[in-house]
């Protein structure tokens, strides 16, 4: 457990508002990831730090900016949220014993109207 | 284009026999493979990694085969239990500590 939150765990929201998805962990760790979680699709990753502002883009970036200025938070925002952003949406940090292990937080659900 | 590779959404399995999942990648680079398992409405949690030195990993009832000349890696679960019930999902390694991630498969292990 890396001790990580992520708030809020359910929104709903219209076409067109921006909305942010925050993601607190607790570890310390370095590296921090936004994924998001599609029937069919898997998990697939959105942007991803390494460090206090150092970001930069995953496979599906487009129309999501993210920013970190604390290393214990990591904020995904939606500038004008669309359906098709719609999803299950993971925070993770990069730490533990194992190389590679990464750490997930509980989730949050996103549901644009 | 794909390149880890879950090819069977679903698998059923009764209680007490084996569960194979497999996993293909196609990216010959990829040098740590992981499995993650999920539960619905909760985060993915590691279950178990292997090196691309190795050919086996054992933890417990879970083990992990990779053949890497075929690309190919599977998770074996034995003996399966209802508790195992959940998605499973296979990752590879890629730069910058990144993982790239298969489509999952929904395991059922029923009583």
């Known amino acids: 457990d890396a001790g990580i939150t992520q708030s809020p765990r359910h929104k709903v929201t219209e076409t067109g508002t921006p909305v942010t998805l925050r993601c607190h962990q607790t570890?310390?760790?370095?590296?921090m990831y936004w994924y998001r979680q599609d029937p069919g699709h898997g998990l697939r990753l959105i942007h991803y730090?390494?460090?206090?502002?150092?970001?930069d883009k995953g496979e599906v970036s487009d129309g999501y900016s993210v920013s970190r200025s604390k290393t214990e938070d990591f904020l995904l925002t939606l500038e004008s949220a669309t359906s098709s952003q719609t999803s299950v949406y993971f925070c993770a940090t990069l730490g533990g014993d194992r190389y590679n292990e990464q750490f997930f937080g509980p989730g949050t659900r996103l549901t644009v109207l | 284009d794909q390149q880890v590779k879950q090819n069977s959404p679903s698998l059923s399995v009764q209680e007490g026999r084996i569960s194979i999942l497999n996993c293909d990648y196609t990216?010959?680079?990829?040098?740590?493979f992981l499995w993650y398992k999920k539960y619905p409405a909760e985060g993915p949690t590691f279950l178990i990694s292997?090196?691309?030195?190795?050919d086996k990993n054992e933890d417990g009832r879970f083990t992990v085969f990779l053949n890497k000349s075929a690309k190919h890696l599977s998770l074996h679960i034995v003996p399966s239990q209802p508790g195992d019930s959940a998605v499973y999902f296979c990752a590879a390694a890629g730069s910058q500590g990144n993982l790239i991630f298969g489509k999952g498969t929904k395991l059922s292990v029923k009583p």
């Open positions: 990216n010959s680079m990829f040098d740590y």
């Open positions: 570890e310390n760790h370095r590296y």
């Open positions: 730090s390494y460090g206090v502002k150092d970001t």
């Open positions: 292997i090196s691309s030195i190795k």
